[in-house]
């Protein structure tokens, strides 16, 4: 069968995120060196890289697909948009977390999918997924491969066929209600798609997540994602408005309601479902008119009590910001050391006026001094009026907290190089270092308590491992009663590293639910977090979600043990 991965639908490299040949580079970033040798010992200057996987001494398992099951796939989507290539099979096998990329990079696949299937619409998707179910196959649907909660893996002792339906074809903006502001969105989407879809006409969804170039509309409402200017858009499950879902047997449509009071909400139990519910094959999202004006802004504070204060203030505020993030004094400074060099008088703004401001604040004298300080990126977005009124507002909460602007150009470079952090994860792991998130959310009472709570899980875990380990976190996603958590975890590794990162993982997101908050925020569950759901949701809750999977998936051909195991056994990773 042809390999359809020529078919206009593009993927990341099978061995790391994002784009052939597109990767993080540390050369021009003289202060990234000392920072990563002082974070966890691991010295640039001598570490020699791995050279790039060669696809060509990966041990691919056979296909267990049936010739009977692939050709009545082929009678579905046409014999060309049916694969069982071997590139194919393992770009669709995992997504992009530290431990997908370590299994990958070390031939550890212990399940792939069977057969890659590309429909063309609903219409087949819906033929397909009749198909999987009648012959007691699994089916797993694949966006853009972008997530890092094992939502997208098989269960490694699956033995039944596995069919990896790929929705890159479905990436159309379909209509675009003007009147309401609501546009109807084909689930395969990538972000810069369909928001070059929507520009075009004068529009903009708002949704942009780290993943953002290489995540999917569908893939976003499936995790219950939310992006980085969700503060005045709102995250997926408020854009979403309606859905198309395609289950056995006929297709779930929710309408894009503004509000109903129709029961318990299926449109809440679509968002963050993870395909286990069907197939999102359309999402109808709330757009809004490509604002006038869009601006970040840098502010300094100097600490982190301040910075959270501050966002607190902000949220109760009659601001109405796009981004409110803060990050700790470790981020900051990881931030300042992925900086290019400056010269002129950017180098001497940056390096003699800008400290000579934070000490005349008073700020070196603080427990800590400058090592404290807090950057923080605020933005402001609508009519000219709107924005100027805005950074009005937030100026003065930010005066009020002995805050500190610092202008537009830092805001300017956060802008640039925002969907680029995931690359550094490849570029550690190339040089023997593990590095990876996790996120949380919590009411503000609570945010103090996480964030220690969070740094002490994880240096006691690298002490326990025998590692000299990093953490740094920033806050975002503010809401009225609380914001989220993301917090970033770097090692160096020893002959088993996904043990040792095991070790940490478990802590940081054992830490989160003895803090008070919940285990994620918006990666969404997958493998990865479902140790953690009884204690988020409660044993009763883990009951209300088996029972409703059992009902809706009785054979559990949906993209089964996702979320959470049936009643009948534990996830075993």
């Keep these: 069968m042809t390999d359809a991965r020529n078919k206009q639908v593009s993927h990341m490299k099978w061995w790391g995120w994002g784009l052939e040949g597109v990767g993080f580079h540390w050369e021009d970033k003289p202060g990234f060196a000392p920072f990563v040798l002082k974070a966890v010992g691991l010295d640039l200057h001598t570490a020699q890289p791995v050279p790039e996987p060669s696809f060509a001494d990966l041990k691919v398992p056979p296909s267990k697909v049936t010739a009977k099951f692939s050709g009545a796939l082929a009678g579905i ?3 060309d948009d049916v694969t069982t290539d071997d590139l194919e099979r393992v770009v669709h096998t995992y997504g992009k977390s530290l431990r997908d990329l370590v299994r990958i990079r070390s031939q550890k696949i212990e399940r792939l999918p069977d057969v890659v299937v590309y429909p063309d619409d609903e219409a087949e998707v819906q033929k397909i997924v009749d198909a999987v179910v009648a012959a007691d196959a699994v089916l797993i649907p694949f966006g853009g491969g972008s997530n890092i909660a094992g939502s997208l893996e098989p269960r490694a002792d699956e033995k039944r066929i596995v069919v990896s339906l790929d929705l890159g074809r479905l990436n ?28 075009d006409r004068g529009w903009t969804i708002g949704h942009f997540p780290d993943s953002f170039t290489h995540s999917s509309i569908g893939g976003w409402v499936a995790t219950r994602s939310s992006g980085m200017q969700s503060d005045k858009y709102g995250d997926i499950s408020e854009i979403a408005r309606g859905m198309r879902v395609v289950r056995p047997g006929g297709t779930l449509v929710i309408r894009a309601l503004p509000s109903t009071s129709s029961g318990p909400s299926v449109r809440e139990m679509v968002l963050g479902s993870e395909g286990r519910l069907g197939v999102i094959t359309e999402v109808t999202a709330q757009v809004h008119r490509t604002p006038a004006k869009r601006d970040v802004y840098a502010y300094f ?5 301040a910075g959270f204060a501050a966002m607190q203030a902000i949220s109760e505020s009659d601001a109405t910001p796009s981004i409110t993030r803060v990050s700790d004094a470790r981020e900051t400074g990881f931030s300042l050391a992925t900086s290019k060099d400056r010269k002129g008088m950017a180098k001497f ?7 000579q401001l934070m000490k005349n604040k008073g700020w070196a004298k603080q427990p800590g001094g400058l090592e404290n300080i807090c950057l923080s990126f605020i933005g402001f977005e609508g009519s000219v009026e709107h924005a100027k009124r805005q950074k009005k507002l937030v100026d ?10 610092v202008g537009t150009g830092p805001g300017v470079l956060y802008d640039q190089k925002k969907f680029d952090t995931p690359y550094l994860r490849d570029f550690l792991l190339d040089r023997g270092a593990a590095g990876d998130v996790s996120e949380t959310a919590g009411p503000w009472s609570k945010l103090a308590g996480l964030h220690a709570g969070a740094y002490a899980a994880a240096n006691a875990a690298y002490e326990q491992i025998g590692r000299k380990g990093w953490i ?18 770097a ?4 002959d088993d590293m996904l043990a040792e990162y095991d070790v940490v993982k478990s802590a940081i997101q054992q830490s989160f ?3 008070g908050g919940t285990l994620s925020h918006h990666h969404g569950v997958g493998l990865e977090h479902s140790p953690w759901l009884e204690k988020d949701i409660s044993p009763e809750g883990v009951k209300v979600m088996r029972g409703l999977f059992a009902v809706t998936d009785p054979g559990e051909n949906l993209n089964p043990r996702k979320i959470v195991a049936d009643v009948r056994e534990s996830i075993t990773r």
Excluded: W
Excluded at 180 to 199: H, V
Excluded at 491 to 494: A, E, T, Y
């Design 349 to 355: 703004l940056a390096g003699t006026v800008l400290p």
């Design 396 to 405: 003065a909460i930010v005066k009020k907290h002995n805050g500190m602007g």
């Design 513 to 515: 639910i003895d803090n």
């Design 77 to 79: 989507v046409g014999e």
């Design 301 to 305: 504070f100097p600490n982190l009590e």
């Design 172 to 199: 159309k903006v379909l209509d675009i209600d003007e009147e309401s502001g609501i546009a109807r969105i084909q689930a395969g989407a990538l972000g810069p798609d369909l928001e070059k879809q929507l520009n």
């Design 472 to 489: 740094m976190s920033h806050l975002s996603h503010s809401y009225h009663s609380g914001a989220c958590l993301y917090f970033t975890f």
């Design 491 to 494: 090692f160096v590794g020893g």
